[in-house]
């Protein structure tokens, strides 16, 4: 048989030919996908390149190559299945039942991919203002561009989600929307914690309780604020667990932002033992009195006074404030006092006290005490 009798064979009413070009535009397709994204990214990085830098361009083509490898591979799939004919009964406007369901999922994956790329686009913009507004850095603007990155992503996928509806299904959208009237206010009130959450983020942003990168405690979590999204706040609390906390909880309940304190306060007792005499104890406080006021990381606000008398102990109160924010520098001052601490007490002979507990044995009143009966006595036996 002649190959061009074998090609012109048909089945399914396509000739072998038709479906040799079907599957040579796919594979030609497949195999240049990847060179025609790169070149593409090429053109978009020269449209941008004077908003960014060229670090930034392998940021882009990270970001745009599998996008747009999709689009370009459905662009091939479209030529392709229009080399195929479809001898399926018609739909009411004539064109065959098939390719109008395939043409269908086709647009859909259109639409999907072009979103995908403007999605991973936004990504790219926000990466580049991301680094353009970290010099000087600014934590309003750290939170601020990765919401606003957020938001304009959902609005995108909720106008490609009207477009799939309106250009795909032939749904009138407007009509749709002006006609939800009780479905719209069910579908608001079961959307009522999300509504509340997002309006909580905007109150977050207007009011800026907090930014990222600040230590808070609300709720009884703390720990530094990572992120701030529409409906949550990401929180790595000090055992570097990592919170997720609804944006509502973080207004409506009280809110401490340790960050925006100027200090830090110390304050123990020094418990000495009952032989230290009182010399002992005015020269202690005086000399870490002097100590603490002198030191460059505490203001005059520190007080060294003997307080108390404890059940082993003669109590003297040490309060000090830390000008110093930073959880290792504070860690290190306060280290550094209790260092000095122990200097003075053991150089003035005095001991610290130990807590000690005395127990008392009262005697048992054995005058009405039954006796017991002595135990029994029996013989010994002969053992063989």
């Known amino acids: ?146 919401f606003f990155k957020d938001f304009i992503k959902v609005l995108v996928a909720i106008f490609s989600f009207l477009v799939v509806l309106g250009s795909v299904f032939g749904v009138n959208v407007a009509g749709m929307v002006a006609g939800l009237g009780v479905g719209g206010l069910a579908i608001a009130f079961a959307a009522k914690e999300s509504l509340e959450n997002l309006l909580a983020s905007f109150t977050i942003f207007l009011d800026h309780p907090f930014v990222v990168g600040d230590l808070v405690e609300v709720g009884g979590i703390t720990g530094v604020i990572e992120k701030i999204g529409f409906r949550s706040t990401r929180i790595r609390t000090l055992e570097k667990t990592f919170v997720t906390v609804p944006n509502k909880s973080m207004i409506d309940k009280p809110l401490n932002n340790l960050t925006l304190r100027t200090f830090r306060r110390v304050k123990f007792d020094l418990r000495l033992t009952y032989d230290t005499t009182s010399e002992q104890i005015k020269a202690i406080t005086t000399e870490l009195q002097q100590y603490i006021d002198a030191h460059p990381q505490t203001n005059q606000d520190g007080r060294v006074r003997f307080q108390d008398f404890g059940t082993s102990s003669k109590d003297v109160m040490v309060l000090y404030f830390v000008e110093l924010l930073d959880w290792n520098e504070y860690i290190n001052v306060k280290e550094e006092i209790a260092y000095k601490i122990v200097e003075i007490v053991e150089r003035h002979g005095v001991q610290f006290a130990i807590p000690a507990q005395t127990l008392h044995f009262h005697k048992a009143n054995t005058k009405h005490m039954r006796k017991l009966p002595e135990p029994a006595h029996f013989p010994a036996t002969d053992m063989q």
């Not at 392998?58 to 747009?68: A, N």
């Not at 259109?110 to 850095?137: C, E, G, M, N, Y």
């Open 1 to 146: 048989m002649d190959y061009r009798e074998y090609l012109s064979y048909e089945f399914l009413g396509n000739t072998v030919s038709a479906y040799l070009w079907f599957v040579g535009i796919l594979l030609f397709g497949y195999i240049i996908k990847t060179l025609l994204s790169k070149l593409i990214t090429s053109i978009i990085f020269r449209l941008v390149k004077r908003f960014s830098d060229e670090e930034s361009q392998v940021s882009l083509r990270r970001h745009l190559i599998e996008p747009l490898e999709m689009v370009v591979f459905l662009v091939f799939l479209f030529f392709a299945v229009n080399v195929l004919q479809y001898p399926t009964p018609p739909d009411a406007k004539g064109d065959p039942l098939l390719k109008v369901i395939l043409m269908r999922v086709f647009h859909v994956f259109v639409i999907v991919a072009i979103t995908w790329v403007i999605i991973r686009f936004i990504d790219f913009i926000a990466l580049v203002f991301q680094k353009r507004v970290s010099h000087p850095s600014s934590k309003l603007n750290d939170q601020l561009v990765p």
